[in-house]
T-cell receptor
Framework: EPEVTQTPSHQVTQMGQEVILRCVPISNHLYFYWYRQILGQKVEFLVSFYNNEISEKSEIFDDQFSVERPDGSNFTLKIRSTKLEDSAMYFC???????????FGSGTRLTVV | GEDVEQSLFLSVREGDSSVINCTYTDSSSTYLYWYKQEPGAGLQLLTYIFSNMDMKQDQRLTVLLNKKDKHLSLRIADTQTGDSAIYFCAESMDNFNKFYFGSGTKLNVKP
């Protein structure tokens, strides 16, 4: 079964550093998403991406965050100048546009120290 | 704003039925989903239901939707130890672009 692949599985970074979280969506999917889950809290929507542009973003997704699809296979989330409160599990997801739900990756656990 | 609530824990014995409940606030929710998360894994779509349906059955899984009370439940028949995981309820509106998730219910199945 096709999978969404996320790397790395765990990233530790110092406060103020930039991180790039990588995702390889399912190859024929057109819609891409990032969600995050702070420990003990809900899974929260960050951003959706379609046709090479952001289609929707949440209040969390401020100027510190950016997304990119640099080639035909990768979808990245960049966090500039990380803060302690950015520590969370970040999930990438993709969809073919069918309303039967997304396919999620296994997540990247980001720890900011 | 949209709010999705779930109880945090459920413990059952192997072979029993499990019922995981979810409430939501937005009456315009069109699609409701159940996702499963096993340790170290991503969110796996289990099943979904459209808001114009009351019930959906898929093998051991039964989803019940009470739209009037904004209540969604997932029943797992003959629960197995492999069903131990966190179960997330999620809703989406017509824009499709984002889901609203509950906090997840941790199901513990005792042998």
């Amino acid at each position: 079964e096709p999978e969404v692949t996320q790397t790395p599985s765990h990233q530790v970074t110092q406060m103020g550093q930039e991180v790039i979280l990588r995702c390889v969506p399912i190859s024929n999917h057109l819609y891409f998403y990032w969600y995050r889950q702070i420990l003990g809290q809900k899974v929260e929507f960050l951003v959706s991406f379609y046709n090479n542009e952001i289609s929707e973003k949440s209040e969390i997704f401020d100027d510190q965050f950016s997304v990119e699809r640099p080639d035909g296979s990768n979808f990245t989330l960049k966090i500039r100048s990380t803060k302690l409160e950015d520590s969370a599990m970040y999930f990438c997801a993709s969809s073919d546009g069918n309303r039967s739900g997304y396919t999620f990756g296994s997540g990247t656990r980001l720890t900011v120290v | 704003g949209e709010d999705v609530e779930q109880s945090l824990f459920l413990s059952v014995r192997e072979g029993d039925s499990s019922v995981i409940n979810c409430t939501y606030t937005d009456s315009s929710s069109t699609y409701l989903y159940w996702y499963k998360q096993e340790p170290g894994a991503g969110l796996q779509l289990l099943t979904y239901i459209f808001s114009n349906m009351d019930m959906k059955q898929d093998q051991r899984l039964t989803v019940l939707l009470n739209k009037k009370d904004k209540h969604l439940s997932l029943r797992i028949a003959d629960t197995q130890t492999g069903d131990s995981a966190i179960y997330f309820c999620a809703e989406s509106m017509d824009n499709f672009n984002k889901f609203y998730f509950g906090s997840g219910t941790k199901l513990n199945v005792k042998p």
